[in-house]
């Protein structure tokens, strides 16, 4: 791709406006109670978010990207700013703050593969109107924009609202999902994509095939996205496209040996 006539970076494909978690994560025969004290087998720290997961795996997709995040002035935000640059992806408008730690996930998983886990969104919260204003030339130019819910609701709104107003395709991932989700939210987005326990949360159905999950996609539809996907685990996705008649079920394969993504 040839950069632009100004000399700067080519625009991004892909611009992602959303978390950055660091995950702290402690392996343990079993989780502690109240007050006590338990030796782990293995500690781990890990880069999550659904927002910086979602760039990551755009960019090894090998679309070219750029994320729009806030962390902490911490070693933890200093990290993942590095972590994600190995990653091929612009972190011109990922921001340092003093005013809150970076997101940080504290994860005990035992041997059974239970968990307990505690979320501090911390910096992600404060990534606000300024700092959009301050990358809406990467917005407006992008192909597509992608908004999750792990920042304050309103940023994502108004990141979704600031693209479609440059004609930029809106990608828009309820998770994690409030049954009192802004209405705003189904008319800025043209892919409405959600699982199937999120969309029981948004639709008030009980999803438990295929079918029930279009009865859902169909709900969702009517909000005014105009297209929805539900993935289904096991069962692939279905989705509902507001311009064509009756959602559409997509099956995937069966994984013969699955793997927990989550551990290094
Ligand atoms: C759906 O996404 C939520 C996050 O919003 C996650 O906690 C949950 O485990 C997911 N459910 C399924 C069935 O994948």
């Given at each position: 791709m040839a950069a632009c006539a100004t000399g700067l970076q080519p625009d991004s494909a892909v611009v992602v406006v959303g978390s950055c978690m660091t995950d702290l994560v402690s392996l343990t025969s079993h989780l502690p109670r109240i007050g006590e004290t338990v030796h782990g087998h293995k500690f781990f720290i890990g880069f999550g978010g659904k927002g910086a997961n979602q760039c990551v795996q755009a960019a090894r997709l090998g679309a070219k990207t750029s994320i729009v995040c806030k962390v902490g002035k911490d070693s933890f935000g200093s990290d993942y700013i590095e972590n994600l640059k190995q990653n091929d992806i612009s972190t011109e408008f990922m921001y340092q703050t003093k005013d809150a730690s970076t997101g940080a996930a504290s994860i005990i998983v035992n041997n059974e593969g239970q968990n307990i886990i505690v979320i501090v969104a911390g910096a992600n919260l404060l990534l606000n109107s300024d700092d959009l204003r301050k990358a809406a030339d990467i917005i407006s130019r992008a192909k597509v924009i992608i908004c999750q819910l792990e920042i304050s609701p309103a940023t994502s709104l108004e990141a979704l609202t600031m693209a479609r107003k440059s004609g930029v395709k809106t990608l828009f991932n309820?998770?994690?999902?409030?049954?009192?989700?802004?209405?705003q939210f189904y008319t800025v987005s043209d892919i409405f994509c959600c699982n199937e326990s999120e969309a029981e949360i948004l639709t008030g159905l009980t999803i438990s095939s295929p079918a029930a999950a279009g009865k859902a996609g169909l709900v969702l539809t009517e909000r005014g996205c105009k297209m929805v996907i539900i993935t289904l685990g096991a069962e692939g996705c279905v989705f509902v496209s507001a311009k064509e008649p009756g959602p559409k079920h997509v099956p995937t394969q069966k994984v013969i040996k699955p793997v927990d993504t989550t551990l290094p």
């Open positions: 309820p998770a994690p999902a409030t049954a009192d989700l802004d209405a």
